[in-house]
């Protein structure tokens, strides 16, 4: 496997502290689940902190096992020569918190009652999982950090940028926006229903019987829909029946209809339908322009070079979203680029347009750093 | 009601004829439920069918009794006076084949079993729809016809022209495709997969107990995303919270969720979770331009006045795809008028504009008929 970090383990830090949440609540004994690749210089200060989007885990990059086919959700960024250089910076993944990989969420077990938190999980938000992601940056000792992510990545990366100014160099926020539109809430908040009055969900409170399956796997096909962009789909699948003619019943009968289905069979595999509320709650919330008054004001302390990449295509995170991001920073007079990537790939083309990116980001991190 | 058709009564008519569907399959004694407004002229020429979209139902105008609140669902459009004008036209309005509002569908009593059709209901599609309204039309002694449409109903309105050229005078297509687009197909197929998959659906034999509520509840939640624009969204609701701060649980937070909600439980007391599979599968089937080669070749024989109007902010059937029935039409030197009204109402428009249509539709309508 050319360029790659190799084999790779994700590593796993309790904290000992409590944690207070936006909410008021606190959690004890927060686990976080994450992975590094590079070394941290003399003076800590080459780090990179990778931000997963909504169902990502802290394997950005590498393998796990010699046979594992299945590499890092984002290798083709990360390693020796690629856009995040291994060979220069020390890169960090860590799963949110409030996600089912590793990192304490609502699948974890909660330590004052010895059952999994379920419903009794606190809603988390954004600066919750940013707070979360600091403790391991001062664990590992990082000084300096560049703050990147894609979607709800990228949220996180800007939120380091309001939260902890005096430690982040440079953001590079890619398909995402400082808010979710009432669109995205949309398709969020019926995704949520899905899984909400599946009977199988039983009030969060699934981890002994079936889980709730069918709506988790709702949610998903909706989510797909939006993280493709119609061309992408039209490209993918057209009207094309799976058998080339209709089947005049309700099974899968069109090839997109196929690909949905697949899509929301192999989720319910490997993500938890608490995580998924949660997690979308998160983002739903999300929203520094109201907390501070405006954009601008939630800026006002970073000294951060700011990387804003958009698609054309991309309809969940628009390239105006972008731009209300990158003109609060021109506002403020601070150090910003942007483009504009023409991709028909939607939403997921910051997953799949690795070469784009790969040219874009390896020059702005050879002129801020 | 000023300029209204009165109190109306929808009527049923049961045709004694075998119909048989593009399936192959065949349906006996197929009941329509209709209302007529205004009256045939002597040539029997006058005669306009509005043809509803995927939910509405024969009740276009008026009113049903004294202290009926709600008028018909194009009450803006039909009357004297009004685009539709009673005065000059015979307009009719029937239900679907295949709905729930009357005409034979699902929920109907099958005359071979004496129980409700269930899924054994056969998969039935636009080109059946409109030969089911062809047999009221006939019924009916109208010897020539203007056909229109809103999104399923601008289906059903271009079907008439290819299925029965020698019967069309004008069409009137809005909001509409020639074809679902693959994204289209996508939507449908997550809202029939919420039905499906409704521990109350049961196959769809339901009719005895409770019905997949859960299931049509989000499948209209989805519905209603697409027919909204995102702009329209954002006027509407923004990311306002329906109690102005957030409540950090899973219930109705955000305006839009209230919204969405609502719609999902209020169209469940009013529609047939089977009828729902069946319309929307009709809709994704709908495909002239597979069937006959090309849309130049579908329109070969209409010699009808065509009017296309699309709205600027509707996605899900957008001015693109108007104008691909448009330049169809074009190209067989047929007679065609086009206009995309600016309106940031999305898919919703052709039920909310009604002035901007009105103006259109008159003129169009004295200058051809």
Redesign the interface.
């Known amino acids: 496997m050319e360029n790659s970090v190799g084999k790779v383990k994700t590593e796993y830090l309790k904290l000992d502290k409590t944690i207070t949440l936006e ?1 008021g609540k606190t959690l004890n004994k927060v686990q976080i689940a994450y992975e590094t690749y590079g070394k941290l210089n003399e003076n800590k200060d080459n780090a990179i902190l990778i931000c997963h989007a909504l169902t990502g885990d802290a394997h950005a990059a590498g393998y796990h096992s010699e046979d594992d086919r299945k590499q890092g959700w984002w290798d083709t960024m990360i390693g020796p020569n690629k856009a995040f250089d291994t060979n220069k910076y020390f890169v960090i993944c860590s799963n949110v918190l409030g996600g089912c990989m590793g990192t304490t969420g609502p699948n974890s077990i909660n330590p004052d009652t010895n059952l999994p938190f379920g419903h009794n999980f ?2 988390v938000t954004v600066e919750d999982m940013v707070k979360v992601e600091k403790e391991l940056i001062d664990y590992l000792g990082v000084k300096k950090v560049i703050t990147v992510g894609g979607s709800m990545g990228g949220m996180q990366a800007i939120e380091w940028s309001i939260s902890y100014p005096e430690y982040v160099k440079s953001v590079i926020i890619i398909a995402a926006a400082a ?5 995205g ?3 969020n ?2 995704g ?3 899984i ?4 199988d969900f039983n009030n969060g409170d699934y981890y002994g019987g079936k889980h709730p399956e ?1 709506g988790l ?2 949610a998903r ?2 989510g797909h ?1 939006t993280y ?1 962009s ?1 061309q992408a ?2 490209n ?4 094309n029946f799976k058998e080339d003619k ?1 089947n ?3 099974g899968v ?2 090839q ?2 196929s690909y ?2 697949y899509q ?1 069979r192999v989720f319910v595999d490997r993500f938890d339908a608490n995580s998924y ?1 949660y997690v979308t ?1 998160a983002v ?2 999300y ?1 520094p322009i ?1 907390k501070y008054g405006s954009l601008e004001n939630a800026f006002d302390k970073t000294n951060a070079n700011f990387l804003v990449i958009s698609f054309t295509t991309d ?1 969940l995170f628009s390239t105006e979203q972008a731009k209300e991001i990158v003109n609060a920073l021109i506002q403020k007079n601070k150090k910003v680029s942007f483009i504009e990537l023409d991709s028909p790939c939607g939403h997921d083309a910051f997953l799949i347009e690795w070469e784009k990116q790969t040219t874009i980001i390896k020059s702005f991190l050879s002129e801020v750093n």
């Open positions: 909410s606190p809603v808010r979710l539109s009432a669109q809430i949309a398709f908040a019926v949520r229903n899905a909400l009055t599946d009977p069918n796997s709702i096909m909706i829909i493709l119609e789909m039209h993918k699948f057209g009207r209709p005049f019943d309700f009968d069109f997109v209809e949905l289905d929301g509320l709650k739903d919330y929203d109201e309809w």
